[in-house]
Each structure stands twice: as structure tokens, then as C-alpha cells.
């Protein structure tokens, strides 16, 4: 049966389940969204308030449901503004397909209103990316798409759909989404299972492709297994539940003290999905002294890249786990296992009331549930989150890792929002993150979405401040923002509900009052030099860490 | 530091040579030599690079490279004794 391209379009999505989609229309999209129209009882497409809100909601959308996230943009402006976000999804591995529209093929290449080379602009983000240029490659084209986004290490794919393309017809050859199913392999664990017995002091670093993978319960079981305590990276927060007496939380800079001091104390590390970023080893040789790497990814580029392994596993995280946990016998380390437990509990803050990042969060948290999804921007408060909310379930936090985006907070609340069934979301963002992006609200408010957002306002760049007086002498160059902004009144005229608390029973109160309908604001003033400890500077190790 | 020779089999299309030698471009390795012809199949092209780097950039080029949609096979060359 022939269709045209803005149909193959419509029908490649609805193949792969895309049944939502967020984007923005413009001109060299009109046949698209033409059909988006016609299609509207098939996908639900949300218009944001620009571009970037777009793609960060494509992304929370996909990092809280495990599917895929698609955008779709216009040309040229429309194009650019989705940079920022294909880039956040490539570093923190999301599937994503991002489609663009641009100038008529033999508009191509001449300098065209709204026409930019987005395919050249995107290369070093995506997975891959194409330029649609024949009518008869655009249904295989999508097709590849959504296949390359979700096979292996996940990512964005781009495809740049020019508009005479989505005019035109060709034969719709009703293509079925491809298996990305890892195919079953026979891993060689002979050496892995060696230093697993043979080491005394064992310790597990997780990540985001224990996450990916859907591994959180053969993790559990691993670290019973072998008796080894898990620190997480941050892309890994939610692979394990906060209240498992070996997890220690999050490791490196900003990361638990547990976290790193176990790491220093092992004699083998075990490392689950993960890229060893420099935010997460600090110094890689102390990282690696007088210990054993054993690096298990699903990207072979990973292993040996930023730390040296002696033994690896390539392959899914899930899938080298269980193959694991089929030959590994039980193993008692008691003296190990006593020395992280009685650590961990010695590490327990002493309870306080006041009006804390800490507190905050902890009050919020009473508000929310195991599934909550809890949304975050890019800085202190981030930290805090991961170092204060007890997460209990995968993909309930959507946080920039890689990129370290601000502004992408308001719009992977969005798309988190709506994967979740529009339940109940939290924001954790700062005064200048949510400037970043602050324009969603009316998205939020347009689609009627309960999400709650926090704002932690220390009336500057909160970080940045904190590496300038402890790395700078103090010299506050451009982080303090004498801003005006009444953030209960902006969240008003946006049509949103906006409160201002200065005291966590105040704090309690907007939480309980907060609509079921649509988002609320509340505006935490907090002190301008509140600070993220413990803190390893960079380069550093764990005899370099600050605690307060 | 070592020189090191990759052959890469490639799909025969416009941007391919670009993705490769901006992959080359983003790690920091300059290109000493490049050498595309097209192979005995008009839909793939044959690659010679060859640049500088330990044995660790070798390996790492090797697997990058080996990520890429369009590289559809990649060899590390072994090393050619030219002084005998």
C-alpha cells in the first residue's frame, strides 16, 4: 500500500510503540504534524515551550519507562535547540530517536531558510545519525532507528527527514520493530570467578547499565552471594534500594564516605556497568593500586579505556550475573561484612530540625512512595538528592550524569510525569537551574501534571560558589545572582500553585496542599553557603576527602 | 610512539570518511596517512590509516571504531619491518 513519508512516519512510531512523543512544529515538519493530527487517537504528541524541554522530556520519559524517547523538531533552530539534549541522552546511554525535519532535497546544501547540516552538527552524540534523502530508504531508515537506540549500549539516533520526503510516496512495506535482545553467549568467567574466591575484601561499583539492563535483583543476590558491600555511581543510584545494609550509596566526589573508604580498603573491585568517569575515581592510580579491576560492560570501548582492568567481561550486565550466580557457591566474609556494617551505621547523621537541604529532602521523601519518580536539575541539590532521598526502586531518578545539564530537570520531570501514569513527581532544582529552563511550567500546567518542584534557592550558583572558596580564595566571580525573582508568584502566572516555605512544617504544608491537577512550586530559601559534603577534590583520592 | 597501520572495510557513502576521521579528531590522534578506494563491491570502501599511538590507543581506536554504524570490518595491521 503507498503512503507518504509523513505516513511511513506515523507508522514506523506506532510500530515501535511510540505512543507518545514531545516535540515542537515549524515549517519543514508541517507534513509531519499534518499527520500527527490526523493520527492524534493513535499518539499523544506534547508540545513543549521550546525545543530543549523537548528532548530532556523525551529523555525522562525513557529513563523512567525503559522505552524508547522520541522528539521531533523542525529544521535549522528547531534542530540546535535538541543538541543539548541528544548530547545528555548519548553520555547517560538513553534511547532516544530525535526526528528532524529540514529543507526540500534540492534546497539541501544551499545556505536555505532554517537549514543546518544537524546530522554534521550531532555526529559526536549520537549513536548514529541519517539524512533521509530518498523516499524508498525512509521506512528502513526509522526502522534502523529504533533498532540502533535500543541495541547493546543504548543511545540517541537522529534522522533528518527533508520535507519533500514527507510529501512524497512510496510503497509502506509494514516493517515489524527488530529483536534487541542480547543474543546468549557463553562468557568466559573462569578468572572472574577465581578472583571472586579468591579475594578477602570484595567490593562492587554498579552503574547505569545495571540499571539499563534490569539487573537490580541478580545484583542483590550477587552481593549476598560473595558477601561484597556496592557503591553506586550516580547513573546507578536506583539499582539497588537505599535500605539494603551493603549498599553504601553513592561513590566518588561528592559520593558517601562509606562509599570510598570501603573502595580504598578492598582488595578487588567489581565493576558492574560502568565507565569509571573521572567524577566517580577521582586519582586513577590510587584508584587502582594494590587491587584487582574486574570490569564487566556491555561496551567493549569502556573496558581499559579510563582504568586497567586484569580480568573483563564483555557483555549485558544481567545476562553475565546470572551465568554467574550459577556457579558461584555461597561466600562468608564475616569479618568484611561486620566492618562495612558497623562503618555504615557509624556514619548515621544526628537528627536535627533544621531547615537543611538534608531535612528538606527528607521531609519530601515522606510524601512520596517507592515508585515515585524523583526529577532532579544540575549542582548541589542534585548532590544532595542522591546523597539524602531513599530511593527504593530502578528508574526512579532522572539526573543528568554525563552531560551535567542544568535546565533539564523541569523537562525530564515532564516526561517522567507521563511515563509514570501522571503520578505524583518531584523536582529537586536551585534558583539557577530552574532559570535554565523554567519555561516548561507551562507545559506542566497545560497537560495537568502533579509535579511538585522544589526549589532549594541559596541565591546563587551554589557548586560553582563552593569550588570558588574552596579552590579560589573566595572570589565569587559571577555566582552570586541578586535575583528578585518571587518564585510562588512566577509559579502563579504560569497558572501553576506556588509556595514559599521557610521551615519544614511550612514545607509540610505545601506538600499536603499541593494539587492532584497540576504542578506547584515551593520556593525553599537556604542559606548561601550551605555546602556538599563529603567532597574529594578533583584528582584526588580518599585521603584527600573533606567532610565538612 | 608506535605507528599503526587500521584497515577499515566501510559502507561506500557520502559523510562515512567524515565520522571516521572525526572520531580520530575528538580522541586527539593526528592521521599520518589515509588511503579510501573503493572495493571490488561498489556498496563498501576500503580504508588504510595509519597514525601514531601505545598499545592502549591502539586497542581503544580499534574498538571505537568497530562502534561505528558504517565500519562494517576493522583490523589492526601488524607492524611492517621496513628496515630490512
Not at chain 1, 388 to 401: E, V
Amino acid at each position: 500500500m503507498k503512503k507518504s513519508g509523513a505516513q511511513i512516519i506515523i507508522e514506523q512510531l506506532c510500530a515501535h510503540g511510540a505512543d507518545t512523543v514531545f516535540g515542537y512544529p515549524g515549517s519543514a515538519v508541517l507534513p509531519l504534524y499534518d499527520e500527527l493530527y490526523k493520527n492524534a487517537h493513535r499518539i499523544n504528541h506534547i508540545i513543549t515551550a521550546h525545543e530543549q524541554g523537548a528532548a530532556h522530556a523525551a529523555d525522562g520519559y525513557a529513563r523512567a519507562s525503559g522505552r524508547t524517547g522520541v522528539v521531533i523538531t523542525t529544521s535549522g533552530p528547531g534542530a540546535t535547540n535538541i543538541v543539548t539534549g541528544i548530547a545528555n541522552a548519548y553520555l547517560d546511554s538513553v534511547p532516544m530517536v530525535a526526528i528532524t525535519g529540514n529543507v526540500d532535497v534540492p534546497l539541501l546544501g544551499k545556505d536555505s531558510f532554517q537549514e543546518v547540516d544537524i546530522v554534521g552538527i550531532t555526529q559526536p552524540v549520537v549513536k548514529h545519525n541519517f539524512v533521509v534523502r530518498d523516499i524508498h530508504e525512509l521506512e528502513f531508515t526509522l526502522h534502523e532507528a529504533f533498532r540502533i537506540a535500543n541495541s547493546g549500549r543504548r543511545g540517541p539516533v537522529l534522522v533528518d527527514i527533508p520535507k519533500n520526503i514527507q510529501t512524497e510516496t512510496c510503497e509502506y512495506m509494514k516493517m515489524k520493530p527488530a529483536s534487541v535482545e542480547m543474543p546468549k553467549k557463553n562468557f568466559d568467567l573462569q578468572q572472574a570467578v577465581a578472583a571472586i574466591q579468591a579475594s578477602k575484601r570484595p567490593y562492587i561499583y554498579a552503574g547505569g547499565g545495571v540499571v539499563a539492563s534490569g539487573a537490580g535483583a541478580e545484583l542483590l543476590e550477587f552481593s549476598r552471594r560473595i558477601s561484597a558491600p556496592v557503591g553506586l555511581s550516580m547513573m546507578g543510584m536506583t539499582a539497588l534500594p537505599a535500605s539494603y545494609e551493603w549498599n553504601l550509596g553513592m561513590c566518588g566526589m561528592h559520593g558517601a564516605y562509606a562509599a570510598s573508604l570501603v573502595q580504598a580498603e578492598s582488595d578487588l573491585v567489581i565493576a558492574l556497568g560502568v565507565r569509571f568517569s573521572d567524577r566517580a575515581t577521582g586519582d586513577t592510580d590510587a584508584y587502582e593500586k594494590d587491587r584487582t579491576i574486574l570490569h564487566i560492560d556491555i561496551d567493549l570501548s569502556e573496558i581499559d579505556k579510563n582504568v586497567a582492568s586484569q580480568i573483563s567481561i564483555c557483555g549485558d550486565i544481567k545476562q553475565v550475573l546470572r551465568a554467574l550466580l550459577d556457579i558461584l557457591p555461597k561466600c562468608d566474609r564475616k569479618a568484611w561484612t561486620d566492618y562495612v556494617s558497623g562503618f555504615k551505621k557509624s556514619q548515621a547523621l544526628p537528627h536535627s530540625n533544621d531547615f537543611s537541604p538534608k531535612n528538606i529532602i527528607e521531609t519530601t521523601s515522606r510524601f512520596c512512595n517507592d515508585d515515585t519518580v524523583i526529577a532532579t536539575d544540575v549542582g548541589q541539590h542534585q548532590m544532595w538528592t542522591v546523597l539524602y532521598y531513599p530511593f527504593a526502586k530502578p528508574r526512579t531518578l532522572l539526573t543528568s550524569g554525563g552531560l551535567g545539564t542544568m535546565g533539564f530537570g523541569l523537562g525530564a520531570a515532564i516526561g517522567g510525569c507521563i511515563a509514570n501514569s501522571k503520578k505524583r513527581t518531584i523536582l529537586f532544582t536551585s534558583d539557577g537551574s530552574f532559570g535554565m529552563n523554567l519555561n516548561e511550567l507551562a507545559t506542566a500546567v497545560t497537560q495537568k501534571l502533579p509535579i511538585t518542584i522544589i526549589i532549594l534557592n541559596n541565591g546563587a550558583l551554589g557548586m560553582v560558589r563552593q569550588w570558588q572558596t574552596m579552590f579560589y580564595e573566595k572570589r565569587y566571580s559571577q555566582t552570586t545572582l541578586y535575583r528578585k525573582t518571587d518564585f510562588a508568584a512566577l509559579a502563579k502566572a504560569f497558572g501553576a500553585a506556588g509556595y514559599t516555605a521557610h521551615t519544614l512544617s511550612e514545607l509540610e504544608f505545601a506538600l499536603h496542599n499541593a494539587p492532584e491537577n497540576g504542578p506547584a512550586v515551593i520556593e525553599c530559601p537556604i542559606d548561601i553557603d550551605e555546602k556538599v559534603f563529603p567532597m574529594i577534590p578533583p584528582g584526588g583520592c580518599v585521603e584527600d576527602i573533606v567532610i565538612s | 610512539m608506535d605507528k599503526f597501520t587500521i584497515e577499515l572495510i566501510v559502507a561506500n557513502r557520502y559523510g562515512v570518511l567524515n565520522r571516521i576521521t572525526g572520531l580520530y579528531a575528538r580522541r586527539g590522534y593526528n592521521i599520518d596517512s589515509l588511503n579510501v578506494n573503493e572495493t571490488a563491491d561498489p556498496n563498501f570502501s576500503r580504508m588504510l590509516i595509519v597514525s601514531k599511538g601505545d598499545a592502549a590507543i591502539q586497542t581503544q581506536m580499534v574498538r571505537q571504531l568497530s562502534k561505528l554504524y558504517d565500519v562494517k570490518e576493522v583490523t589492526l595491521m601488524s607492524a611492517v619491518n621496513f628496515s630490512k
